[in-house]
C-alpha cells in the first residue's frame, strides 16, 4: 500500500528573474515499511522534498496524497496535526534543546500533544531505552558525544510513533563508528513497521537502504531497488572513482555520479520491485562546465 503518492510535484523559490526551480514535476510513489535513501549533489532538490514530504514547507505545483489524505492544499493547522501524528524528523544538526535533559528533550512533542507529565516521561523513558541511551537520561546534550547525541534525536522522533521517519543526512557530523550505529537503529526501526526516508551524501549509507533515489537538478534520475546489505550498483561506481579530497575532486565526484546514471530527462528510470535496474551509458558532459 502506498504510503506517499506524489504526482507532478514542483517547488520554485523566489520570482521575477530570481527563481529557483528546486524541484522539478517529481512523481513518485512509496510503499508501508519501504526504506529509501535519497542521494544527489548539492542542491539537487532533496531536503525540499524532504521538506515538502514532511509537510514542512508545501508544492508551488502538483499534488501530494499522505497515508491516503490530500495534503498538498489543506491547512496550515490541519498540517500541523497530521504532521505530528504521522511524521519523526531526524536532522544534520541533532536540534536538541541545550537547556533541557535528554528526557525532557525527548518528551517535549509529547507536551505540545498535551500528554500529562508523569505519561510522557514514562513514554520518553522507553523511547531512551528502545536506542540505547536510558542511563543518560538527566544529562544535557553537551555532555553527548555527536554519535549519542544523535541517538536521543531518533528518539524524540520516534516518541509519537509516526510511521514515516524523515531523516536528512542524519550521520552528516557522524564518525563511521556512530554512523553505524545510528544506521542499525534506523533498520531496527524499519523491520518494526516504520517507512524511513533518508537523505546521505555516503553511498557506504545505501546499503541499509532498500531502494535508493538519485536526485538532480530537481528531478529523480534514477530510482533503484538496492540489496539490503551492499551499496547500491550506482553509488559503488561513485566510491570506486570518486576521491573528494578538493573542490575539483569533489566537482570530479558529481561528474561521476552523472557518469553512474541515466541523464535527466531521457529514460528516467522508474522503481520497478521486480526488474534489476540496467545501467545506461549516457553522459552528463556539460555538468562540470555549468558548476564553473
Ligand atoms: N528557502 C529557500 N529559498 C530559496 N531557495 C532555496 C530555499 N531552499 C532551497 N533553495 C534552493 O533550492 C535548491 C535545492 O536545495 P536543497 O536544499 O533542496 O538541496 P539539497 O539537495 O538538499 O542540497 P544539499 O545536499 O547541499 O543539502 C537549491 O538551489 C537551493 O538554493
Ligand atoms: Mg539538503
Known sequence: MSIIELKDLSKIYGFGDATTVALEEV???IQENEFVAFMGPSASGKSTLMNIIGLLDRPTYG?????KRI?????STRRAKIRRDTIGFVFQSFNLLPRLTVLENVALPLAYKG???????KIAENMLERVGMADKKYFYSNQLSSGQTQCVSIARALVNSPKIIIADEPT????????????????????????????????????YASR???MHDGSIVLDEESKVGEVSTH???MVRKSTKKTFEDDLKGVSTLMDAI???????????????SKKTTRKKKNYVKRKK
Open 27 to 29: 512523481s513518485l510513489s
Open 63 to 67: 499534488n501530494y496524497v499522505l497515508n
Open 71 to 75: 495534503v498538498d492544499r489543506i491547512r
Open 115 to 121: 500528554v500529562s507529565l508523569k505519561r510522557r516521561n
Open 172 to 207: 552528516g557530523n557522524l564518525d563511521s563508528v556512530s554512523s553505524r550505529l545510528v544506521m542499525e537503529l534506523f533498520t531496527e526501526i524499519n523491520r518494526t513497521g516504520s517507512t524511513i526516508l533518508l537523505v546521505t551524501h555516503n553511498p557506504e549509507i545505501t546499503k
Open 212 to 214: 535508493v533515489i538519485y
Open 235 to 237: 553509488a559503488k561506481k
Open 262 to 276: 541515466p541523464q535527466k530527462n531521457n529514460n528516467t528510470k522508474k522503481y520497478s520491485p521486480k526488474k534489476k
